[in-house]
């Protein structure tokens, strides 16, 4: 399939993940990210590939760009961050991927988080004072944290892009891509 050409061409996002992440909350967005022209890549700290679920059952796997211990947030442009539970919950004790979140958060740079993926922002301290929606049980943590949790398909508080599940993947997909190039829009000019 052609790439179409847009705003995005030559955005760099890093897809931060473990194994145990929900499989269409990062191949759905990868795929509306790429073929809006981004470069998209998965970042890990895991070495060599990471395995996706479907639900509850273990589903594919995909190789990783990026490891982790080689990655530098200074050479992108955004962040996605997919959820699952076991995904987020092994990134926010690992102290290098917070310190990786945490510093698309301090530059300002566009994120997208879906499901539990907002976990890892809390603890890259990225949610104090945002609107955000995410999985319902998350609800406590990011309110507990500062956020102001909403019931929402999608919420986009300036370049932070939040969705609650799979089933809002079109809304997320359509939000984060224009917040994405909204944002690197005015990082190149």
């Known amino acids: ?21 929900e499989q269409a909350e990062m191949t759905e967005p990868r795929k509306a990210l790429d073929g809006a022209g981004a470069q998209t890549q998965i970042v890990s700290p895991l070495d060599g ?6 639900h509850l059952d273990p589903a594919d796997t995909f190789e990783v760009d990026v490891p982790l211990k080689n990655a530098n947030a200074d050479e ?21 991927a917070v310190a990786f979140v945490r510093a698309f ?5 566009p994120i997208a988080a879906i499901c ?29 944290a500062g956020a102001n949790w909403l019931d929402k398909e999608v919420v986009v508080d300036q370049n932070l892009v939040t969705s609650r599940k799979p089933d809002d993947l079109p809304a997320f997909n359509r939000e984060m891509t224009k917040v994405f190039e909204l944002a690197y829009e005015d990082a190149i000019h």
Do not use: C, Y
């Open 1 to 21: 399939m052609p790439v179409i050409s847009s705003s995005l061409d030559g955005m760099k996002v890093a897809i931060l993940v473990s194994d145990g992440f």
């Open 49 to 54: 590939s990471v395995r996706g679920w479907k």
């Open 76 to 96: 992108f442009d955004a962040l996605l961050l997919p959820g699952g539970v076991v995904n987020p919950d092994a990134l926010r004790i690992n102290q290098q």
């Open 105 to 109: 958060v301090e530059a300002g740079k």
């Open 116 to 144: 539990h993926g907002p976990w890892t922002l809390i603890d890259a301290d990225g949610v104090k004072g945002r609107k955000m929606t995410s999985w319902p049980s998350l609800r406590a943590d990011l309110q507990n």
